[in-house]
Nanobody, 119 residues
Framework: QVQLVESGGGLVQAGGSLRLACAAS????????MGWFRQAPGKEREFVAA????????YYADFAKGRFAISADIAKNMVYLQMNSLKPEDTAVYYC????????????WGQGTQVTVSS
């Protein structure tokens, strides 16, 4: 079983940046898709970005393209989400995930980290 622990959330002003980190451990997950989802109050959980551990291919939601960047440090079993030019609508709980780019395919979720963007 995969364990995922996020860190790096917080409060930032609009236009600012944050870097989220996810420490992955547990069973072998090197063939899996690592990713980030988010859930804002009153809204459904949505996909943000994904990275294929084997090969490093990345994929982004439209709202994340050009502003967010997902990366990984294979040696440290870490996945990161660099978020730039943050907007108030980016306010949400961000979850590190393993296994897919849609909610139904995700095999493991982290506990989530709160990101709040003030206007």
């Amino acid at each position: 079983q995969v364990q995922l622990v996020e860190s790096g959330g917080g409060l930032v002003q609009a236009g600012g940046s944050l870097r989220l980190a996810c420490a992955a451990s547990g069973r072998t997950f090197r063939r899996d898709t690592m990713g980030w989802f988010r859930q804002a109050p009153g809204k459904e959980r949505e996909f943000v970005a994904a990275l294929w551990w084997s090969g490093g291919r990345t994929y982004y939601a439209d709202f994340a393209k050009g502003r967010f960047a997902i990366s990984a440090d294979i040696a440290k079993n870490m996945v990161y989400l660099q978020m730039n030019s943050l907007k108030p609508e980016d306010t949400a709980v961000y979850y590190c995930t393993c296994g897919g780019t849609v909610v139904r395919d995700v095999q493991a979720w982290g506990q989530g980290t709160q990101v709040t963007v003030s206007s």
